[in-house]
């Protein structure tokens, strides 16, 4: 296409072999060939932009020094992943990034043996790594033969506790192992870069094992301009979280910081680390997210997710939205309770923007936290926040909750702490694919005592349930809502709190009842209407609540109707598994009632656009339409007449 960038170089290289014989010179022009390219692809479909533009010249550095797949690069979360998957012979498929049956817009081992392990969550990659050293070292090699164990994770994944648990470990079994912190928010001033690329050019140039002793007496090495630098960077490190003195006593040699975006520094030291680490190393690389990219490197967020966009203005190519957000929904009914209740406090790890609460914070700073990448610990925290007297939500995607789970039962749930838990990116969310779909909050939250757990149906019914959780404190309550716009429904001045355990009737039909659970409802009402038109009149009702369960409503659904279906965005096990176990506890099966469960099928569902996932998991409401023809054998007499 004429509209993609001139490489010259990036053109010759289809997998890393490619690259073995390429100059220093040349892999300087191979990064930004690799950049253009990636700004081009990106443009195409949209994704996580900024993290890619920031790891270039590391990727290229990394893939021309080591030996992958033998050598095992690993990548933390996957968001910076594009220039990898350009280098490692998907550059042919990268404009299907996060498309139907095009790339995954994360590492994932079932698309290339270049990604030996998959990630879309953070703060993995240490453990990974760290396991494929062992298994390397006792004798365990893939096909492609062991090699080195490469982990690049970014500082506020190495904020995480399973970072720091894998960093102890590490240190504790004295593997060959080889992490690099790719720092892209720590800015230093030009004394200290100066004292970086000096140390860089001396590390690579002694024996390794000079590298420790090299470091302690590197101040009365330096030239006289730069030993007062040299002393201010060495005190500012010892008190930094990420300093090299508590790297060390992790047992781990500590080398950098370093200019990740300098290959004349990163590609000796590389080389050095390659040639002579024996145990765990940490190389420390300052990075800029968005780099090279101006309207990356302008934004709040340095383009962290971006929809399509024109190359040369950087202007995204947004969709006009017919209604709003369910998040901007929340985040609006949230704080006009917040309003009224000095108690109501918010929780969120790392997730201001994706959750709405940035709006809490710009009102009540003082009663909004972001605890980082650290689900166990926000969830724990919200429970003291209930214990001390407040209001707590705790605003977490369904798929991040998962990280927290053990917290929500044994801290949160046994003590029935009143925890407000808002489940964003409920059901399946698109081109993030399975590592991001919503799919098991229901079934496990739903099973613990004491829980109240509802689901939106719109985002007027949104917030309602806002409304719900802020009045309810008998224990901890969850309420779940998709990504995206709402349904464009007449939205109330102000939420007010709905009877706990009340579904609600949408239309009085017989024959067939379809109980829906959460946003699916649209999609019921479509398949009734189109049902309408056979002569058929289901019976539609929203139940609001998987747990209390509206047993007055199910159980008249059941007993006044032939066959009972319900409908959720959630996996086997939720709301139509409780469902079951009231009918058959109370013996209605015994009467001839058909029943069908109509959930999200045992199978992880690959990216494409919303729509798409839910005809694959046969949830649209062509799909209810036909459930519903066949419970009543609709369909077979059709068949017989043809």
Known sequence: MTDRPTTPLLDRVTTPADMKGLSDAQLHQLAAELRAETISAVSVTGGHLGAGLGVVELTVALHAVFDTPRDKLIW?????????????????????????????????????????????????????????AVARDLGAAPPEGAGDAIAVIGDGAMSAGMAFEALNNAGHLKRRLIVILNDNEMSIAPPVGALSSYLSRLYAGAPFQEFKSAAKGAVSLLPPPFQEGARRAKDMLKHLTVGGTMFEELGFSYVGPIDG??????????????????????????????????????????????????????????????????????????????????????????????????????????????????????????????????????????????????????????????????????????????????????????????????????????????????????????????????????????????????????????????????????????????????????????????????????????????????????????????????????GVFDNGLKYRSMVLPDTFIDQASPADMYAVAGMNAEDIEAKVLDVLGVERLDAARG
């Open 261 to 586: 975006h300098d290959m004349d520094q990163l590609l000796p030291v590389l080389r050095t680390v390659k040639a002579r680490a024996t145990g765990p190393i940490l190389i420390h690389a300052i990075t800029r997210k968005g780099k090279g990219y101006a309207p990356a490197e302008g934004r709040a967020d340095k383009g962290h997710a971006t929809a399509k966009f024109d190359v040369v203005t950087g202007t995204q190519k947004k969709a006009p939205s017919n209604a709003p957000s369910y998040t901007r929904v929340f985040a609006e009914a949230l704080l006009a309770e917040a309003a009224d209740d000095d108690r109501i406090t918010a929780v969120t790890a790392a997730m201001p923007d994706g959750t709405g609460l940035n709006l809490f914070a710009e009102r009540y700073p003082s009663r909004c936290f972001d605890v980082g990448i650290a689900e166990q610990h926000g969830v724990t925290f919200a429970a003291g926040l209930a214990a001390g007297g407040l209001k707590p939500f705790c605003a977490i995607y369904s798929t991040f909750l998962q990280r927290g789970y053990d917290q929500v039962v044994h801290d949160v749930a046994i003590q029935r702490l009143p925890v407000r838990f808002a489940i964003d990116r409920a059901g399946l969310v698109g081109a993030d694919g399975p590592t991001h779909a919503g799919a098991f909050d229901i079934a496990y939250l739903a099973n613990l005592p004491g829980f109240v757990v509802m689901a939106a149906a719109d985002e007027a019914e949104l917030v309602h349930m806002v409304a719900t959780a802020a009045a309810y404190e008998d224990g901890p309550s969850a309420f779940r809502f998709p990504r995206g716009e709402g349904v464009g429904v007449e939205m109330p001045e102000r939420g007010r709190p709905l009877e706990i355990g009340r579904g609600r009737m949408i239309r009085e039909g017989k024959g067939v009842a379809i109980l829906s659970f959460g946003a699916r409802l649209s999609e019921v009402e479509r398949a009734a209407e189109a049902l309408a038109a056979r002569g058929i009149t289901p019976t539609v009702a929203d139940a609001r609540f998987a747990k209390p369960l509206d047993r007055d409503l199910i159980l008249r659904l059941a007993t006044d109707h032939e066959a009972l279906i319900t409908v959720e965005e959630g996996a086997i096990g939720g709301f139509g598994s409780h469902v079951a176990q009231l009918l058959a506890e109370e």
């Open 76 to 132: 933390d979360v996957g968001h910076q992943c594009y220039p990898h998957k350009i280098l490692t012979g998907r550059r042919e498929r990268i404009r299907t990034l996060r498309q139907k049956g095009g790339l995954s817009g994360f590492t994932k081992r079932a698309e290339s043996p270049y990604d030996p392990f998959g990630a879309a969550h953070s703060s993995t990659s240490i453990s990974a790594a760290l396991g494929f």
